[in-house]
């Protein structure tokens, strides 16, 4: 299997910025994903990742460092809404690319 | 709008049933995959398909198998369900490149009594 190491838990507090890191095996690359799943529910896509460095989308942005094998999801402006698990995951190389996933990050964000 | 469903949200089995887990999806994607999402654990592979009866091991298919006869259509199946079983289980799929992302059901919560 793949090794990706993301931690556990944080915690934050509404209208800060917040920093979830991700290392992953760097042997047959194929790229880098975040979803983000709230309880209880389904995991949704936030962001890929295949060239170094920063991809903005609004208030979340995600990093990448190839050789590093290091990535981070950056969130700002956290709002109470951000309180969620987030999965940072690879594609298997070898033609399958079954996505492979870490053991989240729970994320609370409080007042 | 884009789907994958799952046919139960919540299921309630007795240890030694057959089990039946079904999901369904509208994108045309030859891969689907079903994992068990357990705390502190995280998403683990169960099994993968990636055609019409094409199928392959994940990293925990003791105790389980699927069956895929429509590309639209992935089963799991719990040939003797145990209590350590209880799990969240999570339909996705996706299509077979690298860079496209993989599109979940909304998850079963079986619980094995």
């Known amino acids: 299997g793949q090794n990706i190491d993301q931690p556990t838990e944080m915690t934050a507090t509404e209208g800060a910025i917040v920093q979830i890191n991700c290392t992953y095996q760097t042997s047959g690359f194929n790229g880098l994903f975040w979803y983000q799943q709230h309880a209880g529910e389904a995991p949704t896509f936030l962001s890929y990742?295949?060239?170094?460095g920063l991809e903005e989308k609004g208030r979340f942005s995600s990093f990448l460092s190839r050789s590093k094998g290091y990535s981070y999801l950056l969130l700002k402006e956290l709002q109470m809404k951000d309180s969620a698990s987030y999965l940072c995951a690879q594609p298997t190389s070898g033609g399958s690319y079954i996505p492979t996933f870490g053991r989240g990050t729970s994320l609370i964000v409080h007042p | 709008d884009v789907k994958v469903t799952q046919s139960s949200r919540y299921l309630v089995k007795r240890t030694g049933e057959k089990v039946f887990l079904e999901c369904v999806q509208d994108?045309?994607?030859?891969?689907m995959f079903w994992y068990r999402q357990d705390p502190g654990l995280g998403l683990r592979l169960i099994y993968f398909s990636y055609d019409v009866k094409m199928k392959e091991k994940g990293d925990i298919p003791e105790g389980y198998s699927v069956s895929r006869e429509k590309k639209e259509r992935f089963s799991l199946i719990l040939e003797s369900a145990s209590t350590n079983q209880t799990s969240m289980y999570l339909c996705?799929?996706?299509?077979?490149?690298?860079?496209?992302?993989?599109?979940f059901g909304q998850g079963t919560r079986l619980t094995v009594v």
């Open positions: 990742n295949v060239l170094d």
């Open positions: 994108m045309d994607h030859e891969n």
């Open positions: 996705a799929s996706s299509l077979p490149t690298e860079n496209t992302e993989a599109f």
